[in-house]
């Protein structure tokens, strides 16, 4: 999923720039699904917009997650916006489905599904309960990748990633965690770094005020895809706010680094069986 949107964001910083003249980077999709647990039978729905050079939007993604006291589901979809549409049809869409094992997230099978353009590329990714990874389904590649499969052992997909450290965080107060993930592109190492808390003010449309808690992520890379036009995001920082009474936190505020550039999002609204909350009007 990362590398795959990743790529697909790659296309749609491509055209940006040429409508540009500028170099836009692409963001992680991963963002999309940034979700905190829900009551059983609660259901938890979040609209995403993202930006690029000049302010031009990107992409709005969408991100609905399912949590019970056993088993959670996260799904996201993306679609590009604005003036980049005329460019880069995307549509993208990516879900996992896991188990909440003594309350630690554990994925069972991954999915990701991208159309760009009228192309089609699917990813699946199911991880067995004795630690093993199986890539049960990949698009043709331009050139062969070699992982060994003991080095799968015990990974996550990046969904489930974040959920994982959104948890923690909402648990501790700190995001602070190494979290190896193979996304049946990839293999990296997702480095989350608690930073401080910091006060937003409403700024440019991005209408959320209040105090958040700033987290650094980066991203090492373990094992690259080589077809290099599929690069994503070496680093980002997102700002969590509560905004349920429970304390679950949700990200308001995103910027990504790319080798093309810097991209930059926020939470537009969130929708829960108890709150619905809109920061942009939209």
Not at 16 to 25: F, H, I, N, T
Not at 27 to 35: H, R
Not at 178 to 200: A, H, K, N, Q
Not at 255 to 270: I, K, R, S
């Amino acid at each position: 999923m990362v590398s795959e949107q990743g790529s697909s964001l790659h296309y749609v910083t491509a055209a940006s720039r040429r409508y540009r003249g500028d170099r836009l980077l692409p963001v992680v999709a991963v963002l999309a699904l940034l979700t905190m647990p829900a009551r059983a039978a609660d259901r938890i729905d979040l609209r995403f917009e993202i930006f690029g050079f000049a302010g031009l939007h990107l992409l709005t993604s969408r991100t609905s997650a399912d949590v019970t006291p056993h088993g959670y589901a996260i799904a996201a979809n993306l679609s590009t916006r604005g003036i980049v549409s005329a460019f880069v049809d995307l549509q993208s869409h990516s879900e996992v489905t896991g188990t909440l094992a003594s309350q630690s997230p554990r994925p069972d099978d991954y999915r990701a599904e991208v159309r760009r353009n009228g192309t089609e590329r699917d990813y699946e990714v199911k991880y067995l309960a004795n630690g093993d990874v199986i890539n049960a389904k990949s698009p043709p590649r331009k050139r062969r990748i070699d992982i060994d499969p003991a080095q799968l052992r015990g990974t996550v997909d990046q969904l489930t990633a974040y959920f994982l450290v959104e948890r923690q965080l909402a648990r501790t107060g700190s995001c602070g965690a190494v979290v190896p993930v193979y996304d049946g592109s990839e293999l990296y190492r997702m480095r989350f770094i608690d930073v401080r808390s910091e006060t937003l003010t409403a700024d440019g449309g991005q209408n959320f005020a209040g105090a958040t808690r700033l987290c650094e992520i980066v991203r090492d890379v373990v094992v690259a895809n080589p077809d290099m036009e599929e690069s994503t995001y070496d680093r980002g920082r997102l700002w969590y706010a509560r905004l349920l009474s429970d304390g679950r936190m949700f990200p308001v505020r995103m910027e990504y680094d790319t080798p093309f550039g810097q991209v930059h999002g926020y939470l537009g609204a969130l929708d829960s069986p108890d709150v619905h909350l809109n920061f942009d009007g939209k």
